[in-house]
């Protein structure tokens, strides 16, 4: 993912940036090595130490047609259909392209361990 990155020193978020999130089977709903482009909206870190296997970060990306489909969507959580205008969708760092959530979390740490916000979303209480 080399969308999160300007060529600028230091590095400066983009003003859109895109990430890798699993792609699942249609029957089976079984993990495939496909991935799917979504759009980035933002990446919250979880870097604690002593608990940092356990995969607590995660992202939010504009809902791509495919992320919606029925195998996807015990996975990638909607936030703010009922009440948004434009909903988007929670992925865990699990079903992020490996090499993403690397870049992600560099960029978190060089700054303070602050969240990556490309388009900051509305909180979720209506």
């Known amino acids: 993912m080399s969308t999160i990155f ?20 249609r ?3 079984e993990k495939t090595d496909t991935y799917i482009t979504a759009e980035l909206l ?19 990306v504009k809902p791509h047609p495919e992320l919606l489909l029925p195998q996807h969507a015990h996975l ?6 009922a ?4 909903s988007y969708l929670r992925i865990n760092e699990l079903y ?6 690397r870049e992600m979390l560099t960029w978190c740490k060089m700054h ?7 388009h ?4 979720l209480i209506p």
């Open 96 to 101: 992020i392209h490996d090499e993403d959530v």
């Open 120 to 123: 900051p979303c509305p909180l």
């Open 76 to 81: 990638y959580q909607p936030c703010g259909e």
């Open 112 to 118: 303070e361990l602050a969240p990556l916000i490309v």
């Open 83 to 86: 009440y948004l205008a434009e």
């Open 27 to 29: 029957r089976t709903a």
């Open 42 to 60: 933002e990446f919250h870190p979880d870097l604690r130490e002593r608990q940092r296997f356990i995969f607590r970060s995660y992202a939010y």
């Open 6 to 25: 300007s060529e600028t020193t230091p590095p400066m978020p983009l003003t859109d940036a895109t990430i890798r999130v699993l792609s699942l089977k």
